[in-house]
């Protein structure tokens, strides 16, 4: 059927978005529960993605209706791949600026990219 991208296609324009529009770095953390060996369990943190990405300040629209929501004056937005598996328990660096994710913005399967709503942390 003409006009209709291919998943593989979709692929191609996700990684000339990446290469193109994402001029910052990421490293994405996550605290999980592991064994201590001992019938316990211990809080870890790993490293979970790192990568490209863009920050910007929320403009208006949904990204701002969010931070307004979470009572954040000050609040950015990061854009990154759709393919990372991110939560809004997670922790998110970029380019050495701690920030807190509030919340995820998933547009779907034809988004190319991921917007996380975030707020710089002290």
């Known amino acids: 059927m003409p006009g209709v991208l291919s998943a593989a296609d979709i692929a191609e324009f ?10 910052d770095t990421f490293v994405l953390v996550r605290d999980t529960e592991v064994s201590d060996g001992a ?27 969010i931070a307004d929501q979470l009572g954040w004056q000050a609040a950015y937005a990061v854009d990154i791949s759709p393919s990372v598996d991110v939560r809004p328990s997670d922790r998110i660096t970029v380019n050495g ?4 994710i509030g919340a995820v913005v998933d547009s779907g399967t034809w988004s190319m990219v991921k917007t996380l709503v975030c707020q710089e942390q002290p």
Not at 14 to 23: S, W, Y
Not at 97 to 100: F, L, S, T, V
């Open 14 to 23: 996700r990684g000339l978005v990446a290469t193109l529009a994402f001029p």
């Open 97 to 100: 600026r701690a920030m807190e």
């Open 39 to 65: 019938g316990g369990r211990t809080l870890s943190t790993a490293t979970v993605a790192a990568g490209d990405c863009r920050l910007r300040a929320t403009g208006s629209g949904t990204e701002r209706t």
